[in-house]
């Protein structure tokens, strides 16, 4: 054990949890990192490609080495840091890319062949034979890449989504946020803080600064009491803001119980959506590295992640309490982590800082010189420290490395922002044109001092209010350090042997240098070719040693030599969140027709129609094929009466002493002329000219239309009305709103159907002569229920559509099919709709999609010369009114032969190809009334081919179909069933 | 992105429908003699402009009011937003 | 008197309720709606004594209430009246404006809270992406939840109306239900 005292642990809480099957005690506040670093434990994982020893490198989120699988079965996640992973009782925690325990990996002999394994090797090594790649390689790379595994199950847990509303958003709870969010909470507006972390704090928890002569921790617990208490500020701690989007929109994720035991039903994760008018980004800074050769050893860490252990979590970073720490750091702060450490009681042997004036804090031997190797395979034993050309080794338990500190300039590059260079600072700080209304604050825009970052958040805060117009006061602020740490520009140790630059990916400075022979030298290229900066840690640690070194070797400076582009999100996030808490059935909504419960309760299947649930067929007893019911469903309506739920076609209220104008400017044909108590068939063009949309148009008064669309087009077909009303033409007295819900519509269709609606009908005249085809009227039904009855036919038949209020639609429908018994009455499902609609070849989606007009379908008569409409000029151009394709109907010359919908359509004898196409086939079905496979679709001057023999070509499946050209009215082609 | 709807304030994209170039509006008349080359113009010719754009979104989750939304759309930055309906009575209130 | 007997949005005979914390959500199936938009150059009426409010607002009358749905064009809302041909009776009330029966075209779910409003606003910033400071008792606005278009009325500190397309009932239902329940 080399747990400490002291810190903002619960020494009294012990956690048990489990880490590779063995058995530890950790304490309440503890990381996974820090419970694995208290109990000796420096051995973590296995790189990417080398399968090097790795152990914790840093205390946050932007570690690369430390990522472990937790859990197990189906909650099984794996690529976890260790080092924000808050640890509780039970965990369950294993390492990762391994074959066989992790201290003796026998993937580690890639190591050996490290010299193979050069960047761009993939590009070099797997090209040839070139049948080797599906076979050999792609499997073996797929085998090898990645860390962690996943479970292959279905995730158990719950997600949530939402969306929250603030004046003030602050992204960090450390020094400069808990100032800004203080400044702006007592100000009374809406703030938002959020960390990622699950205390608030940050840095003030792992470091040793006093504030007003107090520990600084503190002033933290002082304040968060506060701001608890005030109602308009929201903590967010475990909260991840992962990217910032347009207009002062964010992205959160809010770890809501990985931080316990698994519950079932339990929210694990929310992902937030959160609009700020302005924001503060306060996410402090990140330390970097030194690259040395071997300097990826288990108990090799940043200095401040080692000064955080020890001083937030009370651990050591040693495997025994008595083993040497040495730090090695180009500047002052890496020299707090000796004093912090010897405070802690930790034996600190030396600093090792290459620069000449460096000075002493404390009672350590200083050595002006650098580190270039280490020894300790499965954990750090001795470094080698050179000074003035001579070298030693000493022996060492940890080793923690400072290069200085990067700000975290993440969401404020996310719309493109260059960070810009300080020279002074010697890294990025954030540049200009940062997301609308972010201000950036303390270590996170260089202003890295305790007193600075108050300071900075504070006056972001008070600055972010006044841009919305509300004055707040400046809060006292505690007395401070404020001493800026002094450092110098030394990048990386050039000695023979690999010196790792990005652990995750296992890049080394030797691969930086073959980038920059290959050529690859913008960082963008650098990237891709060496794979720094990718995977889950995105360089955080990494990125700008590559490219001081690279600005090195092209012997530009680091500012000519530029950042990668950053993108969202900020640290991963899961899919299973973004996929929100609605899966399988309730990924999207479904829409239920108003007999839906009926239709079930007679055996209907159900298909869905966009969101809609419709009745496809209604299987009845003995039945054992789909087929069968669908003939016997079409057979019933032509010879007696069926019954259909018709409600998710669109409907479309158009009122006002203008409706008759406006639905002449919208259909392409007359609908103005259209007498009260009639209906009409419409067809809407797109402005280019095409078919889009068919339906009905029923005048139910002077200035009171009901327009039809087809279900698919609903709210395309609204969204256009209403485009023509209040952008075209807005002079026209109209008013539009959607109906479709509100009536249940159904189709009572064959030959019976009147008798039938005559048993239900409050004595209205049914008689051919009152109600004639295409005549509409306001009635009531059964006792006086409200209802709107239309004589129109989809199927050819003598047919019509009554509609009632949707909570009535179900009991209708029951109704007609209890009186309609003696009649034959069927339900019908989409699927003999689908084949009564060929029969009588009338268009539906495969003949209206989108590349079709008017004359095409036959219906070229319909677009009115006498009036403009939407589509009109357009359809009367060129190419499409020389069109000669036509709809025309197919039947197969051998009757037990099927045509296939999609097939495409050639003269006998003619070689296939594009241009001697002479048409597709839309629509097929088995006609029970033809007693053969049937079919419509377009066909080169179809209209003159009458009788000809044609070929119906499915290359897909390899098959033809010699197919007769005939009339596409394969039932009563001269409409008087539907009339009489 | 938020949109500033003239009436009803700030309010997420999500809720609208876009349509694109707001020129849309200027639909040719059918009767001029040159109306099949106006049309043409109309229906396929669109600027399409790194910078400041005129364009229409409809407030399909919403007041269903179409809009017309000027954009920068190299920024995204939103420099005004109006009700596209433009009848003879628009001055009067249309709450 | 139709001797056809109603169902609710969701198939049943009587109406949803469900109660979970500090929420209760109640189907209310007995809430008639007619849709009213003004012709041009109309003045906005007044329906039995209800005037029309001003954009996104909701107003509470002696025998109905109304909301503003868009440009000139309102719902109004007769409470208890959906049995009535609501559509007619606010036709006579304003029978120059164009009226359309909307009580089947919608589901309506209300939302209670016994403890103020800090429960109904831990549900609704799980639904709808609206700024809850401006949902002001009084107010009624329109926007999506979970892909569905709602309206959404605040009635009082303690009472939120949810309406959304009646077809889509069950699908609202549960978004309403399960994030009720995941809010634990």
Redesign the interface.
Known sequence: MTRLTGGVIDHETALRFTFNGKTYSGRKGDTLASALLANGVQLVGRSFKYHRPRGVLSAGSEEPNALVTLRGGAREEPNTRATVTELFDGLVARSQNHVGPLHRDVMAVNDLLSPLFASGFYYKTFMWPRAFWEKLYEPLIRHAAGLGRLSGEADPDAYDKGFLHCDLLVIGGGAAGLAAALAAGRAGVKVILADEDFQFGGRLLAETHQLDGMPATSWVTAVMAELSGLENVRLMPRTTVFGAY????YGAVERVSDHVSAADGEVRQTLWRI?AKRSVLAAGATERHIPFPNNDRPGIMLAGAMRAYANRWAASPTRHPSDPVIIFTNNDDGHRTATDLLAKGVPVTAVVDPRDDAPTFGAYELITGVVDDTKGRLGLTSVRVTQNGQSRWMPCGALGVSGGWNPNVHLSSHHRSKPVWDEALLAFVPGKDLPNGMIVAGAAVGQGTTAKALRSGMEAAVSSLAALGISAERIDLPDADDTAAAQTAFWHVSRKGRAWVDFQNDVTVKDIVLAHQENMRPVEHLKRWTTLGMATDQGKTSNISALAVMAELTGKSLPETGTTIFRPPYTGVTLSVLGGGDTGKHFRPTRYTPTHQWSASQGATFVEVGAWLRAQYFVQPGETHWRQSVDREVLAVRRGVGLCDVTTLGKIDVQGPDAAEFLNRIYCNMMGTLAVGRVRYGLMLR??GHAYDDGTCARLSENHFVVTTTTANA?LVY?NM??AR???W??LNVSLISTTDAWAQIAVAGPNSRTLLSRVVDGFDLSNEVFPFMACAELTVCGGLRARLFRISFSGELAYEIAVPARYGNALMERLAQVGADLGATPYGTEALGVMRIEKGHAAGSELNGQTTAQMLSLGRMVSEKK?SIG???S??EGLAQDKRRLVGFRPVDKSEAIVAGSHLFTQGETRNTTTDQGWITSAAYSPHVGSSIAIGFLEEGDARMGEVVIAANPLEGREVRVEVVSPHFVDPEGGRLRD | ??IPHP??????A??F?Y?GDAS??N??D??SPD??VA??D???LRDNPAGVHRE?W?H???????LIVTRNTLT?E?LNAE????????S?V?? | MTDLMAITALGAVAPYEFQIGGLVIRENTELALASLSLG??QG?PTILGTS?P???QWQAGPEVSAF?????QWFIEGQGRAHEDFAAIVKAAAPDCAVTEQTDGWVAFDVYSNDGFKPLEGLLEKLV?I?LD?FEVGTA????LHHM?VYLIRRSDTHVTIMGMRTFAAALCHALESTAVRLR
């Open positions: 347009d207009h002062g929109i609009t402005e280019d709210a969204r209403e485009f209040q952008c075209l807005p002079d403009d009109a000029v357009m009367r151009r | 992105m938020l009436l009803l304030g700030l309010r997420d999500q809720e429908t349509l849309l509006l639909r040719p059918a009767s109306a099949a049309f043409y109309y229906v396929y229409l409809f399909e989750q919403g007041d269903r009011s179409w995204h939103i009700l596209a309906f433009k009848s003879a009575v628009k009067e249309l709450a | 041009r150059g906005a029309m001003d954009v996104g503003w749905t868009a440009p000139n992406n700024d401006g606005l329109r926007t999506g278009s």
